[in-house]
């Protein structure tokens, strides 16, 4: 996260992929927040949906 613009008012953000390197900016919090809670709400209905069915709790690229 870092801050920008002329009187530094505006927060922008980037998050990193540690498997795949592959790198989400972000334009202000809010952005990396709902991109937070989406990626929180599609783990999370991964995994009941995964249990529920008897598989595993994780996939190969899920973060336990």
Do not use: V
């Not at 919090?29 to 994780?58: H, P, V, Y």
């Amino acid at each position: 996260m870092w801050r920008s613009g002329q009187d530094e008012a505006t927060w922008k953000a980037s998050l990193e992929s540690p498997l795949t390197g592959e790198r989400q900016g972000f334009a202000s919090l809010e952005d990396l927040w709902a991109f937070l809670q989406a990626q929180t709400d599609i783990r999370n209905n991964d995994k009941t949906e995964n249990a529920s069915q008897g598989g595993e709790q994780c996939g190969k690229s899920d973060y336990c």
